[in-house]
């Protein structure tokens, strides 16, 4: 660690006030986590699930760019893993260096991110460490959690809702110098409050997943929902299933909580699910071939949620994509809404349209979260309403790892990454938050603990 980051990060650690940060140089380089373009065909002719993170996420220098006026620096204390790393990491659906030389093209402070390299990640908690010269709300010495939304809002089309915007891109996944680095490049409108009473690292974990799935369940841009409402959660244990599952809970909803295995099932119950399926016990076999989809197993699925809730679902949280769209039109409710965000398993997507239109649902597509509900849902977490679900800790020299756990579906909830935070559990000041919620805060890492 270079001497100009190691006396920022000794006195972050020792609380030195905003000035006394903004008075320490910078240094010219710092280490982050990125992939490089030269690389960007090592994994051809490999299949998707035996492409490995570890081979192509390298921890390197990088140089710092210059800041725009509308940017801060941030000290990133901790980071976390989005699957989104996880695709750029894989290079897939496509290398994320076309991003960066289309945003390259859009002005002179996109040209920076045209590089040879990719430092990546969508999430930071942290310290502002300088504002350029037209931040307004933000100061050095700020801590400060980061929502993944890159906007230009002088776009007309970012005014109304910013997810609309024709220039909407994520942070550290289409734009470079993400949040897995010891100092990131932030728009000033990316900044949210840190939760107070969570460590660095539970504070690093919910900005992606969680504004997401606050858009997809509670928005009126995303599924809505109301109370009474019943919904089909795929993945209920996972990055956005878990914050999916909180929201469902939290506003009166019945979660159909779907996992694969007993352990998961386990954690899901102590979150407050009553109704849970192991789809792996269950066995559940939507295809019966590569190109064939089984609408007997679709009924099992329906069977089952009526089984455990009495009636159909009124929304399905739908993500894994290929493997399981044909279920979830099929099993939401006459009038029912399919809201997705994703394909993991892959995105060219079959379903019997009959079940969609005889029955009047409705497929919904949603991204991300636009500036307003990514504050609100960080004000939800600053509250202690909805929790960090943060399973794992990692160290920066050990992205590759985490990156490689989410890709083979290894891990529960949020896998945090340790940067200037040089060990767990510091960063918290507000202890007696923490301490009414504490069961809740630490439920994913005493189950992974366990
Ligand atoms: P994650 O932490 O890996 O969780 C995904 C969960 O999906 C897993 O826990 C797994 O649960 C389940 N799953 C995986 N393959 C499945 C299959 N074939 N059938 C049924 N369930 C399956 O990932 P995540 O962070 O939740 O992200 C999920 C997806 O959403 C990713 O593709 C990610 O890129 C995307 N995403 C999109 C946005 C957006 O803004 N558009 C935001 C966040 C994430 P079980 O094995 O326990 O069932």
Request: net charge negative.
């Amino acid at each position: 660690m270079s001497g100009h980051i190691d006396a920022i990060r000794t006195a972050i650690l020792q609380g030195a006030p905003g000035a006394e940060l903004a008075a320490l140089p910078l240094p010219e380089a710092v280490r982050g986590a990125l992939v490089r373009a030269g690389e960007q065909e090592m994994f051809a002719g490999v299949e998707s699930v035996d492409k490995d993170p570890r081979q192509s996420l390298h921890i390197d220098e990088f140089a710092v760019p210059e800041l725009a006026p509308d940017e801060v620096y941030v000290a990133v204390m901790a980071s976390a893993i989005n699957f989104n790393t996880v695709w750029t990491s894989i290079f897939e659906p496509l290398p994320t260096f076309g991003f960066l030389k289309r945003l390259g093209k859009e002005s002179q402070w996109g040209a920076r991110h045209d590089l040879p390299y990719h430092v990546v990640g969508s999430d930071a908690a942290g310290v502002v460490l300088r504002a350029g010269s037209a931040v307004r709300n933000w100061k050095p010495g700020d801590r400060v959690t980061v929502q993944c939304q890159h906007v230009d809002d002088q776009d007309p089309t970012a005014h109304d809702d910013t997810m609309m915007a024709s220039n909407q891109r994520i942070w550290g996944f289409e734009t470079n110098f993400g949040g897995l680095a010891e100092i990131a490049v932030v728009k000033a409108n990316q900044l949210m409050p840190k939760p107070e009473h969570l460590t660095w690292e539970e504070s690093a974990v919910s900005g992606l997943c969680n504004s997401t799935s606050y858009r997809m369940i509670v928005s009126k841009n995303g599924a809505g929902m109301q109370q009474g409402d019943s919904v089909l959660v795929w993945g209920a244990s996972g990055g956005i299933g878990a914050y999916a599952v909180q929201y469902v809970l939290n506003g009166g909803g019945t979660p159909v909580a779907v996992c694969s295995s007993e352990k998961r099932a386990e954690l899901l119950r102590a979150m407050g699910c009553e109704a849970v399926i192991d789809r792996r016990a269950e066995n559940f076999r939507f295809w019966s071939d590569e190109q064939t989809q089984d609408p007997k197993e679709w009924l099992r699925l329906g069977k089952k949620i009526r089984e455990l809730i009495g009636r159909d679902v009124d929304i399905v949280f739908e993500h894994p994509g290929r493997q399981t769209m044909g279920a979830s039109v099929f099993v939401a409710r006459r009038g029912g809404l399919i809201i997705t965000c994703a394909a993991t398993s892959g995105f060219m997507i079959e379903y019997d349209n009959r079940y969609l239109w005889m029955n009047l649902k409705t497929l919904k597509g949603c991204h991300f979260a636009n500036y307003r509900e990514a504050w609100e849902a960080n004000r939800l977490v600053c509250e202690g309403k909805i929790h960090p679900t943060m399973s794992r800790v990692y160290d920066l020299d050990h992205t590759a790892d985490a990156a490689l756990a989410v890709h083979r579906n290894e891990s529960e909830g949020k896998l945090a990454v340790r940067v200037l935070a040089h060990e767990e559990g510091l960063g918290v000041l507000n202890e007696e938050l923490r301490a009414k919620h504490l069961d809740q805060i630490t439920l994913f890492r005493r189950f992974e603990n366990a």
